[in-house]
Protein backbone atom coordinates (compact mmCIF):
# COMPACT_ATOMS: atom_id res chain seq x y z
CA UNK A 1 0.00 0.00 0.00
CA UNK A 2 1.56 3.33 -1.45
CA UNK A 3 0.97 6.63 0.69
CA UNK A 4 -0.18 9.52 -1.29
CA UNK A 5 -0.31 13.15 0.42
CA UNK A 6 -3.00 15.51 -1.85
CA UNK A 7 -2.80 18.95 -1.20
CA UNK A 8 -6.48 20.63 -1.92
CA UNK A 9 -7.85 17.21 -1.13
CA UNK A 10 -11.52 19.00 -1.21
CA UNK A 11 -11.31 20.57 -4.07
CA UNK A 12 -13.21 19.83 -7.43
CA UNK A 13 -9.94 17.72 -8.75
CA UNK A 14 -8.76 17.06 -5.30
CA UNK A 15 -11.49 14.75 -3.74
CA UNK A 16 -11.61 13.01 -7.20
CA UNK A 17 -8.32 11.70 -6.79
CA UNK A 18 -8.72 11.08 -3.31
CA UNK A 19 -11.51 8.58 -3.99
CA UNK A 20 -9.60 7.30 -6.58
CA UNK A 21 -6.73 6.50 -4.79
CA UNK A 22 -8.35 5.32 -1.70
CA UNK A 23 -10.47 2.95 -4.45
CA UNK A 24 -6.80 1.52 -5.57
CA UNK A 25 -5.78 0.52 -1.78
CA UNK A 26 -3.18 3.80 -1.25
CA UNK A 27 -3.38 5.27 1.83
CA UNK A 28 -4.05 9.18 1.72
CA UNK A 29 -3.51 12.26 3.72
CA UNK A 30 -5.23 15.13 2.28
CA UNK A 31 -4.50 18.88 3.32
CA UNK A 32 -7.31 21.51 2.80
CA UNK A 33 -7.44 25.39 4.23
CA UNK A 34 -11.12 25.23 3.63
CA UNK A 35 -11.11 28.43 1.56
CA UNK A 36 -14.41 30.48 1.09
CA UNK A 37 -13.78 31.00 -2.84
CA UNK A 38 -16.88 29.15 -2.47
CA UNK A 39 -19.13 27.57 -0.19
CA UNK A 40 -16.87 25.23 2.02
CA UNK A 41 -19.58 23.14 3.10
CA UNK A 42 -19.78 21.89 -0.60
CA UNK A 43 -16.37 20.74 -0.28
CA UNK A 44 -17.27 19.21 3.01
CA UNK A 45 -19.73 16.99 0.47
CA UNK A 46 -16.73 16.81 -2.14
CA UNK A 47 -15.19 14.19 0.89
CA UNK A 48 -18.37 12.96 2.32
CA UNK A 49 -17.34 9.24 1.38
CA UNK A 50 -13.49 10.09 1.99
CA UNK A 51 -14.03 10.57 5.08
CA UNK A 52 -15.67 7.35 6.26
CA UNK A 53 -13.10 5.20 4.23
CA UNK A 54 -10.23 4.19 7.64
CA UNK A 55 -7.00 4.69 5.02
CA UNK A 56 -7.77 8.37 4.68
CA UNK A 57 -7.02 10.84 6.99
CA UNK A 58 -8.01 14.90 6.79
CA UNK A 59 -6.06 17.61 8.33
CA UNK A 60 -7.03 21.28 8.14
CA UNK A 61 -4.10 22.80 7.74
CA UNK A 62 -2.52 26.12 5.62
CA UNK A 63 0.04 25.22 3.78
CA UNK A 64 1.80 28.62 4.36
CA UNK A 65 2.47 27.00 8.25
CA UNK A 66 3.62 23.63 6.75
CA UNK A 67 7.07 24.73 7.60
CA UNK A 68 6.29 25.81 11.12
CA UNK A 69 3.51 22.67 11.63
CA UNK A 70 6.17 19.65 12.29
CA UNK A 71 2.63 17.38 12.70
CA UNK A 72 2.32 18.15 8.95
CA UNK A 73 6.32 17.66 7.99
CA UNK A 74 6.14 14.23 9.43
CA UNK A 75 2.89 13.47 6.99
CA UNK A 76 5.08 14.41 4.33
CA UNK A 77 8.54 12.37 5.36
CA UNK A 78 6.84 9.21 4.97
CA UNK A 79 4.94 9.82 1.52
CA UNK A 80 5.68 8.16 -1.56
CA UNK A 81 4.00 10.89 -3.41
CA UNK A 82 3.04 14.29 -2.69
CA UNK A 83 0.48 15.88 -5.53
CA UNK A 84 -0.20 18.97 -4.94
CA UNK A 85 -3.24 20.54 -6.37
CA UNK A 86 -4.28 23.30 -3.92
CA UNK A 87 -4.49 26.65 -5.38
CA UNK A 88 -6.53 29.79 -5.35
CA UNK A 89 -9.07 29.21 -8.45
CA UNK A 90 -10.64 31.55 -11.08
CA UNK A 91 -9.58 33.89 -14.08
CA UNK A 92 -11.41 36.72 -13.65
CA UNK A 93 -11.06 36.96 -10.14
CA UNK A 94 -7.39 37.46 -9.94
CA UNK A 95 -7.48 40.49 -11.29
CA UNK A 96 -7.16 43.80 -8.90
CA UNK A 97 -6.74 43.51 -5.09
CA UNK A 98 -7.70 39.99 -4.74
CA UNK A 99 -3.84 39.19 -6.72
CA UNK A 100 -3.06 39.11 -3.17
CA UNK A 101 -4.73 35.45 -2.55
CA UNK A 102 -3.51 33.96 -5.64
CA UNK A 103 0.21 34.64 -5.26
CA UNK A 104 0.42 33.85 -1.77
CA UNK A 105 -1.18 30.12 -2.24
CA UNK A 106 -0.18 29.79 -6.04
CA UNK A 107 3.22 31.01 -5.66
CA UNK A 108 4.53 31.21 -1.52
CA UNK A 109 2.45 28.02 -0.86
CA UNK A 110 3.59 26.06 -3.83
CA UNK A 111 7.65 27.24 -2.17
CA UNK A 112 6.62 25.65 1.10
CA UNK A 113 5.46 22.86 -0.15
CA UNK A 114 8.15 22.48 -2.54
CA UNK A 115 10.75 23.41 0.40
CA UNK A 116 8.93 21.17 2.83
CA UNK A 117 9.35 17.80 0.30
CA UNK A 118 12.75 18.39 -0.05
CA UNK A 119 13.61 18.58 3.72
CA UNK A 120 11.29 15.56 4.10
CA UNK A 121 12.80 13.54 1.10
CA UNK A 122 9.53 13.21 -0.31
CA UNK A 123 10.05 10.34 -3.14
CA UNK A 124 7.99 12.03 -5.86
CA UNK A 125 5.90 15.08 -6.16
CA UNK A 126 3.36 15.99 -8.77
CA UNK A 127 2.39 19.77 -9.34
CA UNK A 128 -0.90 20.52 -10.90
CA UNK A 129 -0.44 23.50 -13.43
CA UNK A 130 -2.94 25.11 -15.97
CA UNK A 131 -3.40 25.71 -19.75
CA UNK A 132 -3.75 29.20 -18.42
CA UNK A 133 -0.34 29.06 -18.75
CA UNK A 134 0.01 29.39 -22.41
CA UNK A 135 -2.29 31.73 -22.77
CA UNK A 136 -2.71 33.20 -26.30
CA UNK A 137 0.12 31.06 -27.52
CA UNK A 138 -0.11 31.37 -31.42
CA UNK A 139 0.06 27.65 -32.63
CA UNK A 140 -2.07 25.45 -31.90
CA UNK A 141 -2.41 22.90 -30.24
CA UNK A 142 0.01 23.52 -27.67
CA UNK A 143 2.87 21.48 -27.59
CA UNK A 144 4.45 21.56 -23.85
CA UNK A 145 7.29 23.26 -25.64
CA UNK A 146 4.61 25.90 -26.82
CA UNK A 147 6.26 29.76 -25.25
CA UNK A 148 4.02 29.87 -22.25
CA UNK A 149 2.37 33.92 -22.11
CA UNK A 150 -0.24 34.06 -19.93
CA UNK A 151 -3.09 36.24 -20.28
CA UNK A 152 -4.25 36.57 -16.96
CA UNK A 153 -2.31 37.22 -13.33
CA UNK A 154 -4.06 33.14 -12.28
CA UNK A 155 -1.76 31.69 -15.10
CA UNK A 156 1.43 34.05 -13.93
CA UNK A 157 0.71 32.52 -10.62
CA UNK A 158 0.34 29.06 -12.00
CA UNK A 159 3.71 29.28 -14.77
CA UNK A 160 5.62 30.47 -11.41
CA UNK A 161 4.90 27.35 -9.89
CA UNK A 162 6.10 25.76 -12.96
CA UNK A 163 9.01 27.52 -12.41
CA UNK A 164 9.83 26.84 -8.52
CA UNK A 165 9.50 23.04 -9.31
CA UNK A 166 12.21 23.19 -11.65
CA UNK A 167 14.20 25.15 -9.42
CA UNK A 168 13.60 22.63 -6.52
CA UNK A 169 14.79 19.75 -9.29
CA UNK A 170 17.50 21.47 -10.27
CA UNK A 171 18.93 22.74 -6.91
CA UNK A 172 17.57 20.41 -4.53
CA UNK A 173 17.31 16.51 -6.73
CA UNK A 174 13.10 17.09 -5.92
CA UNK A 175 11.41 14.60 -8.45
CA UNK A 176 8.93 16.32 -9.74
CA UNK A 177 6.14 16.32 -12.76
CA UNK A 178 4.29 19.34 -14.12
CA UNK A 179 0.47 18.20 -15.19
CA UNK A 180 -0.73 21.30 -17.51
CA UNK A 181 -4.95 20.92 -17.11
CA UNK A 182 -6.97 22.17 -19.56
CA UNK A 183 -10.59 22.79 -19.23
CA UNK A 184 -11.64 20.31 -16.35
CA UNK A 185 -15.50 19.56 -16.04
CA UNK A 186 -17.57 16.40 -14.24
CA UNK A 187 -19.80 15.87 -11.12
CA UNK A 188 -18.25 18.75 -7.66
CA UNK A 189 -16.97 21.45 -10.19
CA UNK A 190 -16.74 24.54 -8.93
CA UNK A 191 -19.90 26.77 -9.32
CA UNK A 192 -18.19 29.11 -10.34
CA UNK A 193 -16.91 27.87 -14.02
CA UNK A 194 -18.36 27.28 -16.84
CA UNK A 195 -20.48 24.63 -16.93
CA UNK A 196 -21.53 24.50 -13.52
CA UNK A 197 -23.20 28.10 -13.95
CA UNK A 198 -24.83 26.90 -17.12
CA UNK A 199 -26.29 24.19 -15.64
CA UNK A 200 -27.03 25.73 -12.36
CA UNK A 201 -29.28 28.46 -14.64
CA UNK A 202 -30.97 25.68 -16.32
CA UNK A 203 -32.31 24.03 -13.45
CA UNK A 204 -33.42 27.03 -12.35
CA UNK A 205 -35.08 28.33 -15.69
CA UNK A 206 -32.73 31.35 -15.66
CA UNK A 207 -30.45 32.52 -18.76
CA UNK A 208 -27.47 31.75 -19.34
CA UNK A 209 -24.70 34.79 -19.23
CA UNK A 210 -21.79 33.56 -22.08
CA UNK A 211 -19.15 35.48 -22.31
CA UNK A 212 -17.99 35.74 -26.03
CA UNK A 213 -19.18 32.72 -27.43
CA UNK A 214 -16.29 31.83 -30.68
CA UNK A 215 -13.64 30.91 -28.20
CA UNK A 216 -12.88 27.13 -28.70
CA UNK A 217 -11.85 24.90 -25.36
CA UNK A 218 -9.93 21.44 -25.05
CA UNK A 219 -12.85 20.18 -22.22
CA UNK A 220 -11.42 17.33 -20.20
CA UNK A 221 -13.14 15.19 -18.18
CA UNK A 222 -12.02 15.01 -14.17
CA UNK A 223 -12.13 11.20 -14.45
CA UNK A 224 -9.29 11.36 -17.39
CA UNK A 225 -7.30 14.21 -15.26
CA UNK A 226 -7.42 11.85 -12.18
CA UNK A 227 -6.56 8.81 -14.55
CA UNK A 228 -3.44 11.09 -15.81
CA UNK A 229 -2.48 12.05 -12.45
CA UNK A 230 -2.34 8.32 -10.95
CA UNK A 231 -0.24 7.65 -13.94
CA UNK A 232 2.37 10.58 -13.24
CA UNK A 233 4.21 9.11 -10.41
CA UNK A 234 5.64 6.66 -12.91
CA UNK A 235 7.05 9.52 -15.52
CA UNK A 236 10.37 11.09 -15.54
CA UNK A 237 11.27 13.76 -13.20
CA UNK A 238 11.40 17.22 -14.48
CA UNK A 239 8.30 15.89 -16.73
CA UNK A 240 6.22 19.10 -18.34
CA UNK A 241 3.06 16.77 -19.54
CA UNK A 242 -0.38 18.26 -20.87
CA UNK A 243 -3.83 16.40 -19.96
CA UNK A 244 -6.17 16.99 -22.38
CA UNK A 245 -9.77 16.29 -23.66
CA UNK A 246 -8.85 14.77 -26.80
CA UNK A 247 -11.02 17.52 -28.95
CA UNK A 248 -11.55 21.63 -29.39
CA UNK A 249 -14.79 22.88 -29.08
CA UNK A 250 -16.12 26.59 -29.29
CA UNK A 251 -18.59 27.42 -26.22
CA UNK A 252 -21.61 27.80 -27.98
CA UNK A 253 -20.67 24.26 -29.74
CA UNK A 254 -20.25 23.46 -25.69
CA UNK A 255 -23.57 24.80 -25.06
CA UNK A 256 -25.59 23.13 -28.21
CA UNK A 257 -24.23 19.66 -26.29
CA UNK A 258 -25.07 20.70 -23.13
CA UNK A 259 -29.08 21.06 -24.56
CA UNK A 260 -29.05 18.08 -26.43
CA UNK A 261 -28.20 16.37 -23.12
CA UNK A 262 -30.12 17.91 -20.79
CA UNK A 263 -33.55 18.45 -23.37
CA UNK A 264 -33.46 21.95 -22.08
CA UNK A 265 -33.00 24.91 -25.00
CA UNK A 266 -31.47 27.89 -23.21
CA UNK A 267 -32.05 31.57 -23.25
CA UNK A 268 -28.18 33.24 -23.23
CA UNK A 269 -27.34 36.55 -23.19
CA UNK A 270 -24.36 37.00 -24.42
CA UNK A 271 -21.78 39.17 -23.14
CA UNK A 272 -18.30 40.90 -24.26
CA UNK A 273 -15.06 38.61 -23.77
CA UNK A 274 -13.81 38.47 -19.94
CA UNK A 275 -10.44 40.28 -19.31
CA UNK A 276 -7.86 37.05 -18.89
CA UNK A 277 -10.00 34.41 -21.07
CA UNK A 278 -7.43 32.58 -23.74
CA UNK A 279 -9.04 33.02 -27.35
CA UNK A 280 -8.16 28.98 -28.05
CA UNK A 281 -6.93 26.07 -25.97
CA UNK A 282 -6.02 22.61 -27.34
CA UNK A 283 -3.25 20.40 -26.14
CA UNK A 284 -1.07 18.06 -27.74
CA UNK A 285 -1.15 14.93 -26.29
CA UNK A 286 1.66 13.09 -27.29
CA UNK A 287 3.49 13.31 -24.92
CA UNK A 288 0.90 12.31 -22.26
CA UNK A 289 0.39 9.00 -24.26
CA UNK A 290 4.48 8.11 -24.63
CA UNK A 291 5.18 9.07 -20.46
CA UNK A 292 1.83 8.09 -18.66
CA UNK A 293 -0.02 6.11 -21.62
CA UNK A 294 -2.71 8.17 -21.48
CA UNK A 295 -6.04 8.25 -23.51
CA UNK A 296 -9.19 10.93 -22.61
CA UNK A 297 -11.98 8.11 -22.59
CA UNK A 298 -15.14 10.15 -21.89
CA UNK A 299 -16.34 12.32 -24.65
CA UNK A 300 -18.28 16.10 -24.39
CA UNK A 301 -21.99 14.72 -24.38
CA UNK A 302 -21.20 11.57 -21.60
CA UNK A 303 -19.02 14.00 -19.34
CA UNK A 304 -21.97 16.67 -19.29
CA UNK A 305 -24.55 14.05 -18.82
CA UNK A 306 -22.51 12.94 -15.77
CA UNK A 307 -22.29 15.87 -14.70
CA UNK A 308 -26.09 17.04 -15.51
CA UNK A 309 -27.33 13.93 -13.41
CA UNK A 310 -24.68 14.53 -11.14
CA UNK A 311 -26.21 18.51 -10.28
CA UNK A 312 -29.82 16.82 -10.19
CA UNK A 313 -29.23 14.35 -7.35
CA UNK A 314 -27.57 17.98 -5.07
CA UNK A 315 -30.22 19.92 -3.37
CA UNK A 316 -31.17 23.14 -4.85
CA UNK A 317 -28.68 25.71 -4.64
Known amino acids: MARAVVTGAAGF ?29 LKERNL ?3 LAHPAFRLRRADLLDLLADQGLLAELAGADCVYHLAAQPGI ?5 RSFRAYSDDNVLATQVVLEACAMA ?10 SSVYGDAGQLPFHEETPCRPVSPYGVTKLAGEHLCRLYARTHGLDVVVL ?33 GD ?15 VAAPSAPGGS ?5 GGERVS ?40 LLDYQPRVRLHEGLRAQWEWLLAQPPA
Not at 182 to 204: H, I, K, W
Not at 215 to 229: E, K, N
Not at 268 to 285: C, F, I, K, Y
Request: charged share 25%; hydrophobic share 45%.
Open 13 to 41: IGSHLVDRLLAEGHEVVGIDAFRDYYPPA
Open 92 to 96: RASWG
Open 240 to 244: VINLG
Open 121 to 130: GVAKVVYGSS
Open 251 to 290: LRQALAALAEVTGLQPEVAVDEPQAGDARHTWASLARARE
Open 180 to 212: RFFSVYGPRQRPDMAFARFMAALRRGEPLRLYG
Open 48 to 50: AAA
Open 215 to 229: QTRDFTYVDDIVAGL
